[in-house]
């Protein structure tokens, strides 16, 4: 009493209650034990952080006010931090006209519940009160719980797990008078989810740059059902770490943000909040996220990437990623966007993508690798769970028997031989009866051809086909033939370039098993979206896209194409110089092979794709390819017949030899009918025992040769001075 006197009169107690710093609750009673007032505090009330620390009383703010609740209380202002014996620093008298509201209800037993509301209620009030609760459910006791904060509900007959009840309380008032706004409450004790009842429906990877969002990663659930979920205990996995969700549940149609339990305070304004204590941190370009049920079954999951955004600003951050369909649950890129809300997202709340987008589309086959001779994987075109790829029927034709089958992930399934498979061998693999997330059953493109894969050397993989000069703004690409009868595993190879006069610059074409059949074409780029834009005629089924690709310079460089034992398999030295004279432009024009049987560095054996295609062949053959003739003795040219402008028909003469012995000497001279040199194709050359040289119609000053007729003039000689003399006709045909 001596020192708090100083501040007021003073009533001393000779054994004072001691008051809990984070909480606690203080009757004032008369001498016949009424109740005169009950203050029931927590740290809450103080409003501030700091404060809250310690230094500073709770002070009451409206005295009059008959309530004695978080909404009249709040911390001290005055700056010995409090008022003892003086009227309080936050003093205000003006009536409380706000609304209580039912905060929560919390099911004791399936007979039994809590109802607790926002503020202390007037307790004559909550014992007269109607209760009604849908479903035909009977409230048979009511008892008003000490602090005035809520009622405890007996009910008849027992609560159903999966049924959505709604309690509607008429007749209770606060201390103030004030009704009950709303006056209602959906409620329900919940079941675990089981699959795609609950849904991943929008993530935050990147919350950095904000645009108003918290600069923490958060996932929002949304129940896609009638039912009440129970979501305590059910798991949230990335691809390193997996913590479980605290207590909660999410109502019909309801969305829940899921967060960190630290940042609950920041997101809680958003929307309701159920905390993880660690919350997996979510890769920016790149991740899966998957919610499991408290049993660890699988729920729901999203492999997600930063193309989803569909936006390169938005993809650098402070921006959520939306899912448009919740009913699409498997849908990928094409079900995923940017959110538009102008604080970056919606956290608690509707998509801005949220629309109509269903998945109408049928699962494909898209490929099968032979991992080894008793190993296949087999690969879908979309996600399939588990549930959809074990109730297919898989077949493998030439007597192969399967004997168990693993799924692997969402897209790949596993099928272990229970026989042999055998090299040069094709097999086709059939898959009857799989079906996606949302029933989608595979339809007619459900075969895959694979074969135990070779080993690929020099001259079984040829490079094909070069775009190192694209539009603005476009990908290159390389395209790549197999000229072999090998079946041929790209996993594990590179394309290079030449820096500094050695190669480098490796980049890996797939980390995963990728069949080339003979005969096959695979295009290789980082950008394939955008070489199929370019190049409509694009065979997209042949593109493999990497991760990043080596850099092509537009006037001259060198590709190599490296195996997975880190041998040279092709390489070609390419200028700009070789593409065809008569060019309006360069730009997107790529230089395609003539023939997959002569030398890679022959430049005669390049040419610029046809106008008539697009400039480009991307994924299938070559508009200029044009197979040597050599059936017409030592020297042969064919067609004898060319045009050359350039429209992917005859636009090249190949000039064949066939001699009996290599070491010969040559140079090929064209001349016009009147013996007018036009141009020297090539001079000195050292020759192999056959070969071809082509001529594009081009002359010795760079432009386009006459219609007419021309000499190809062929003399080789040996080393023992032995000559030989040809002289073939050929025609420049063209419009007059």
Same mark, same amino acid.
């Given at each position: 009493?001596?020192?708090?006197?100083?501040?007021?009169?003073?009533?001393?107690?000779?054994?004072?209650?001691?008051?809990?710093?984070?909480?606690?609750?203080?009757?004032?009673?008369?001498?016949?034990?009424?109740?005169?007032?009950?203050?029931?505090?927590?740290?809450?009330?103080?409003?501030?952080?700091?404060?809250?620390?310690?230094?500073?009383?709770?002070?009451?703010?409206?005295?009059?006010?008959?309530?004695?609740?978080?909404?009249?209380?709040?911390?001290?202002?005055?700056?010995?931090?409090?008022?003892?014996?003086?009227?309080?620093?936050?003093?205000?008298?003006?009536?409380?006209?706000?609304?209580?509201?039912?905060?929560?209800?919390?099911?004791?037993?399936?007979?039994?519940?809590?109802?607790?509301?926002?503020?202390?209620?007037?307790?004559?009030?909550?014992?007269?009160?109607?209760?009604?609760?849908?479903?035909?459910?009977?409230?048979?006791?009511?008892?008003?719980?000490?602090?005035?904060?809520?009622?405890?509900?007996?009910?008849?007959?027992?609560?159903?797990?999966?049924?959505?009840?709604?309690?509607?309380?008429?007749?209770?008032?606060?201390?103030?008078?004030?009704?009950?706004?709303?006056?209602?409450?959906?409620?329900?004790?919940?079941?675990?989810?089981?699959?795609?009842?609950?849904?991943?429906?929008?993530?935050?990877?990147?919350?950095?740059?904000?645009?108003?969002?918290?600069?923490?990663?958060?996932?929002?659930?949304?129940?896609?059902?009638?039912?009440?979920?129970?979501?305590?205990?059910?798991?949230?996995?990335?691809?390193?770490?997996?913590?479980?969700?605290?207590?909660?549940?999410?109502?019909?149609?309801?969305?829940?943000?899921?967060?960190?339990?630290?940042?609950?305070?920041?997101?809680?304004?958003?929307?309701?909040?159920?905390?993880?204590?660690?919350?997996?941190?979510?890769?920016?370009?790149?991740?899966?996220?998957?919610?499991?049920?408290?049993?660890?079954?699988?729920?729901?999951?999203?492999?997600?990437?930063?193309?989803?955004?569909?936006? %390169?600003?938005?993809?650098?951050?402070?921006?959520?990623? %939306?899912?448009?369909?919740?009913?699409?649950?498997?849908?990928?890129?094409?079900?995923?966007?940017?959110?538009?809300?102008?604080?970056?997202?919606?956290?608690?709340?509707?998509?801005?993508?949220?629309?109509?987008?269903?998945?109408?589309?049928?699962?494909?086959?898209?490929?099968?690798?032979?991992?080894?001779?008793?190993?296949?994987?087999?690969?879908?075109?979309?996600?399939?769970?588990?549930?959809?790829?074990?109730?297919?029927?898989?077949?493998?034709?030439?007597?192969?028997?399967?004997?168990?089958?693993?799924?692997?992930?969402?897209?790949?399934?596993?099928?272990?031989?229970?026989?042999?498979?055998?090299?040069?061998?094709?097999?086709?693999?059939?898959?009857?009866?799989?079906?996606?997330?949302?029933?989608?059953?595979?339809?007619?493109?459900?075969?895959?051809?694979?074969?135990?894969?070779?080993?690929?050397?020099?001259?079984?993989?040829?490079?094909?086909?070069?775009?190192?000069?694209?539009?603005?703004?476009?990908?290159?690409?390389?395209?790549?033939?197999?000229?072999?009868?090998?079946?041929?595993?790209?996993?594990?190879?590179?394309?290079?370039?030449?820096?500094?006069?050695?190669?480098?610059?490796?980049?890996?074409?797939?980390?995963?098993?990728?069949?080339?059949?003979?005969?096959?074409?695979?295009?290789?780029?980082?950008?394939?979206?955008?070489?199929?834009?370019?190049?409509?005629?694009?065979?997209?089924?042949?593109?493999?896209?990497?991760?990043?690709?080596?850099?092509?310079?537009?006037?001259?460089?060198?590709?190599?194409?490296?195996?997975?034992?880190?041998?040279?398999?092709?390489?070609?030295?390419?200028?700009?110089?070789?593409?065809?004279?008569?060019?309006?432009?360069?730009?997107?024009?790529?230089?395609?092979?003539?023939?997959?049987?002569?030398?890679?560095?022959?430049?005669?054996?390049?040419?610029?794709?046809?106008?008539?295609?697009?400039?480009?062949?991307?994924?299938? %053959?070559?508009?200029?390819?044009?197979?040597?003739?050599?059936?017409?003795?030592?020297?042969?040219?064919?067609?004898?017949?060319?045009?050359?402008?350039?429209?992917?028909?005859?636009?090249?003469?190949?000039?064949?030899?066939?001699?009996?012995?290599?070491?010969?000497?040559?140079?090929?001279?064209?001349?016009?009918?009147?013996?007018?040199?036009?141009?020297?194709?090539?001079?000195?050359?050292?020759?192999?025992?056959?070969?071809?040289?082509?001529?594009?119609?081009?002359?010795?000053?760079?432009?386009?040769?006459?219609?007419?007729?021309?000499?190809?003039?062929?003399?080789?000689?040996?080393?023992?001075?032995?000559?030989?003399?040809?002289? %073939?006709?050929?025609?420049?045909?063209?419009?007059?």
């Amino acid at each position: 009493t001596a020192l708090y006197s100083p501040f007021g009169d003073v009533i001393g107690i000779s054994s004072f209650t001691a008051l809990t710093n984070g909480g606690d609750s203080l009757s004032l009673l008369d001498n016949s034990s009424n109740v005169l007032d009950i203050v029931k505090y927590d740290l809450s009330w103080y409003q501030d952080a700091v404060k809250d620390d310690g230094g500073w009383t709770l002070e009451r703010i409206n005295p009059i006010h008959p309530c004695s609740n978080s909404l009249n209380w709040m911390a001290s202002f005055d700056l010995n931090g409090g008022t003892p014996g003086m009227q309080n620093s936050v003093f205000d008298t003006l009536p409380d006209v706000q609304s209580p509201l039912i905060s929560s209800v919390n099911i004791i037993t399936v007979t039994q519940i809590n109802v607790l509301f926002n503020e202390t209620m007037d307790s004559t009030s909550l014992a007269n009160a109607t209760y009604t609760i849908t479903g035909g459910i009977s409230v048979t006791v009511v008892a008003v719980n000490s602090d005035n904060q809520g009622v405890s509900l007996t009910v008849i007959p027992a609560l159903d797990s999966s049924t959505v009840y709604t309690l509607t309380i008429v007749g209770a008032n606060d201390c103030s008078g004030n009704s009950l706004n709303p006056n209602f409450i959906d409620f329900g004790i919940g079941k675990a989810p089981t699959k795609y009842q609950i849904v991943i429906n929008e993530l935050f990877a990147d919350p950095s740059p904000t645009m108003g969002l918290p600069t923490e990663d958060y996932l929002e659930l949304y129940n896609n059902t009638t039912n009440i979920i129970d979501l305590t205990g059910c798991w949230i996995s990335d691809l390193t770490s997996m913590d479980q969700l605290n207590a909660g549940k999410i109502l019909p149609g309801e969305h829940i943000i899921i967060c960190d339990n630290s940042f609950e305070n920041q997101f809680s304004p958003f929307g309701k909040v159920i905390t993880v204590n660690s919350f997996p941190s979510l890769n920016n370009a790149e991740d899966v996220i998957t919610l499991f049920a408290p049993d660890t079954s699988f729920v729901h999951m999203v492999n997600y990437f930063d193309t989803w955004y569909r936006d %390169e600003n938005k993809k650098d951050g402070g921006w959520s990623l %939306e899912m448009i369909d919740p009913n699409n649950p498997c849908g990928e890129a094409n079900n995923w966007i940017a959110s538009t809300q102008w604080f970056g997202g919606t956290p608690g709340t509707q998509n801005t993508a949220f629309g109509i987008n269903p998945d109408i589309v049928l699962p494909i086959l898209t490929e099968a690798n032979a991992i080894d001779d008793s190993t296949v994987v087999v690969t879908f075109s979309e996600a399939i769970d588990n549930d959809g790829m074990m109730a297919a029927i898989y077949v493998i034709d030439n007597g192969i028997t399967i004997g168990t089958i693993q799924v692997i992930d969402n897209k790949k399934v596993q099928l272990n031989l229970s026989n042999k498979l055998t090299f040069q061998i094709k097999y086709t693999v059939t898959v009857t009866g799989a079906f996606d997330c949302v029933g989608n059953v595979i339809g007619s493109n459900n075969t895959a051809v694979f074969a135990l894969p070779e080993q690929g050397f020099s001259g079984d993989l040829i490079i094909n086909e070069v775009l190192f000069n694209p539009f603005t703004g476009g990908s290159d690409f390389v395209e790549i033939y197999n000229n072999s009868n090998k079946f041929i595993n790209l996993q594990g190879w590179n394309l290079a370039n030449l820096e500094n006069d050695s190669i480098d610059n490796y980049d890996v074409l797939t980390s995963n098993p990728k069949l080339i059949l003979p005969g096959e074409f695979v295009l290789l780029t980082k950008d394939a979206q955008n070489v199929s834009d370019e190049y409509i005629n694009s065979v997209t089924s042949a593109f493999l896209q990497m991760g990043a690709l080596p850099t092509y310079n537009n006037d001259e460089g060198d590709v190599y194409l490296i195996n997975n034992l880190n041998m040279v398999i092709d390489s070609f030295h390419y200028t700009d110089d070789m593409h065809f004279a008569l060019l309006n432009s360069e730009d997107g024009v790529s230089l395609e092979r003539i023939d997959y049987n002569r030398l890679s560095n022959d430049e005669t054996n390049w040419h610029s794709a046809a106008e008539d295609v697009g400039f480009a062949t991307p994924g299938y %053959e070559n508009s200029q390819y044009l197979r040597a003739n050599t059936d017409g003795g030592e020297i042969t040219v064919s067609p004898p017949t060319f045009s050359p402008n350039n429209d992917g028909v005859d636009d090249v003469v190949n000039i064949s030899y066939n001699f009996s012995t290599s070491g010969f000497v040559a140079s090929i001279i064209i001349y016009d009918a009147k013996g007018r040199l036009v141009r020297n194709l090539i001079q000195n050359e050292l020759l192999g025992a056959s070969g071809t040289f082509s001529w594009d119609g081009i002359n010795e000053i760079n432009e386009k040769a006459r219609i007419g007729i021309y000499i190809v003039f062929v003399e080789a000689f040996d080393i023992d001075g032995n000559v030989k003399s040809f002289k %073939e006709v050929v025609v420049l045909a063209g419009q007059l």
